[in-house]
């Protein structure tokens, strides 16, 4: 949608070490980012520093900047652009920071804030995943398009983002999430202690024995891949409850969204340790009480970063109806069906390419409503 649009969104990726400014236009980087210590621990230091990093981007421009758009870990009042509560990262904006008004008093442009996981789904399905989908089933012959998009980031938590027909469903709350979901082997548990960083380590140390280990998952696939040594098995077992837990918690989700989920972060290098098990959660069964079997999802799930199951989720199941009573008839395509494909555009700039395309989408939306 915004993939030719000449407008310009300052962005900014704000991590409790740093603070990696940087400029977006037809939803690509323009500018090469300029990184700053957040000084996340004292409150005027923090501000001073975004001042200074937003002001140094734009005065690199040649021309003026529509808007301010980023994400910001923690909870929030994000329609309001009010930080608080809180923040391991930002301690010093849990009492309530408003960060949105206070720059856009600074710089007198508008300020959007969100969550990093809505802006990943956001940025996924206008400019990243799910263009890319329906352009391969264009060009493919299919009527098949989607509209919606269940975006996921696998990292230090379990991030979600919710579009539906194109628009970013945020919550009346701001408040959409997956990781305090259950655990699905775990009674009691929050479903983020077995698809994180921490999970992975954790289940290499019970599988291998060795609770002393120092490594994180990078060098954990890297074992899985034997690259490295250390307990195959355990790796491999690691990422595979991985796959498990989070394709449990993914099943919730799709069945009520209905549309192509797509996950990103850090962690999807070991994809293919990950992927078995996820899928195989997806395309799961559950049973009634008189002992029948039910798929968990009405629709069939395929990996659509496997040419061949691409293939087939483009084909579908056409088929002719019969017009009672005339001789016309119908097509249609009976299957339901969904898609599982990971990031093209990488976590960090799906996340500014969703600031970008919400920036934009809130400012025509105010113009088109006088």
């Given at each position: 949608?915004?993939?030719?649009?000449?407008?310009?969104?300052i962005?900014?990726?704000?991590?409790?070490t740093?603070?990696?400014f940087?400029?977006?236009r037809?939803?690509?980087?323009?500018?090469?980012?300029?990184?700053?210590?957040?000084n996340?621990?004292?409150?005027d230091?923090?501000?001073?520093?975004?001042?200074?990093?937003?002001?140094?981007?734009i005065?690199?421009?040649?021309?003026?900047?529509?808007a301010?758009s980023f994400?910001?870990?923690?909870?929030?009042?994000?329609p309001?652009g009010?930080?608080?509560g809180?923040?391991?990262?930002?301690?010093?904006?849990?009492?309530?920071?408003?960060?949105?008004?206070?720059?856009q008093?600074?710089?007198?442009i508008?300020?959007?804030?969100n969550?990093?996981?809505?802006?990943?789904?956001?940025?996924?399905?206008?400019?990243?995943?799910l263009?890319?989908?329906?352009?391969?089933?264009?060009e493919?012959?299919?009527?098949?398009r989607?509209?919606?998009?269940?975006?996921?980031?696998?990292?230090?938590?379990?991030?979600?983002?919710?579009v539906?027909n194109?628009?970013?469903?945020?919550?009346?709350?701001?408040?959409?999430?997956?990781?305090?979901?259950?655990?699905?082997?775990?009674?009691?548990?929050?479903v983020?202690?077995?698809?994180?960083?921490?999970?992975?380590k954790?289940?290499?140390?019970?599988?291998?024995?060795?609770?002393?280990?120092?490594y994180?998952?990078?060098?954990?696939?890297?074992i899985?891949?034997?690259?490295?040594?250390g307990?195959?098995?355990?790796?491999?077992k690691?990422?595979a409850?991985?796959?498990e837990?989070?394709?449990?918690?993914?099943?919730?989700a799709?069945?009520?969204?209905?549309?192509?989920?797509?996950?990103?972060?850090?962690i999807?290098?070991?994809?293919?340790?990950?992927l078995?098990?996820?899928?195989?959660?997806?395309?799961?069964?559950?049973?009634?009480?008189?002992?029948?079997?039910?798929?968990r999802?009405?629709?069939?799930v395929?990996?659509?970063?496997?040419?061949?199951e691409?293939?087939?989720?483009?084909?579908g199941?056409?088929?002719?109806?019969?017009?009672?009573?005339?001789?016309?008839?119908?097509?249609?395509?009976?299957?339901?069906?969904i898609?599982?494909?990971?990031?093209?555009?990488?976590?960090?700039?799906a996340i500014?390419?969703?600031?970008?395309?919400?920036?934009?989408?809130?400012?025509?939306?105010?113009?088109n409503?006088?």
């Amino acid at each position: 949608m915004y993939f030719h649009d000449n407008r310009i969104v300052i962005t900014l990726d704000a991590g409790g070490t740093n603070l990696v400014f940087g400029a977006m236009r037809s939803c690509e980087y323009i500018t090469t980012p300029i990184t700053y210590p957040s000084n996340a621990h004292d409150l005027d230091l923090c501000l001073d520093t975004m001042v200074k990093g937003f002001r140094e981007v734009i005065d690199s421009l040649d021309e003026k900047p529509v808007a301010i758009s980023f994400a910001f870990p923690g909870p929030a009042d994000y329609p309001n652009g009010i930080i608080g509560g809180y923040l391991p990262n930002f301690p010093s904006f849990r009492d309530g920071v408003a960060l949105g008004p206070f720059l856009q008093n600074e710089f007198g442009i508008p300020v959007f804030i969100n969550n990093d996981g809505d802006l990943f789904a956001y940025g996924e399905a206008l400019c990243g995943a799910l263009p890319e989908v329906n352009k391969r089933l264009a060009e493919s012959g299919s009527k098949k398009r989607f509209k919606n998009l269940l975006g996921y980031t696998f990292g230090t938590g379990y991030g979600v983002g919710i579009v539906v027909n194109g628009q970013l469903n945020r919550g009346d709350n701001s408040c959409v999430e997956t990781f305090c979901l259950p655990h699905k082997t775990k009674a009691g548990i929050i479903v983020e202690e077995g698809v994180a960083v921490r999970a992975i380590k954790r289940v290499y140390a019970e599988a291998s024995g060795d609770y002393n280990h120092n490594y994180e998952p990078k060098e954990i696939c890297e074992i899985a891949d034997g690259k490295r040594e250390g307990n195959i098995d355990a790796a491999r077992k690691a990422f595979a409850e991985f796959g498990e837990i989070a394709g449990d918690a993914m099943a919730m989700a799709a069945q009520l969204i209905d549309g192509v989920i797509v996950i990103g972060g850090g962690i999807t290098a070991a994809r293919h340790w990950i992927l078995p098990s996820l899928m195989k959660e997806l395309r799961s069964d559950l049973a009634t009480l008189g002992g029948d079997r039910v798929r968990r999802l009405q629709m069939e799930v395929f990996n659509l970063d496997d040419p061949a199951e691409f293939e087939r989720f483009a084909k579908g199941n056409s088929k002719t109806v019969v017009v009672r009573g005339t001789n016309l008839t119908v097509e249609y395509d009976d299957m339901k069906r969904i898609g599982v494909t990971f990031s093209k555009l990488g976590a960090s700039k799906a996340i500014s390419a969703g600031a970008y395309a919400f920036a934009l989408s809130k400012i025509d939306e105010n113009t088109n409503s006088f």
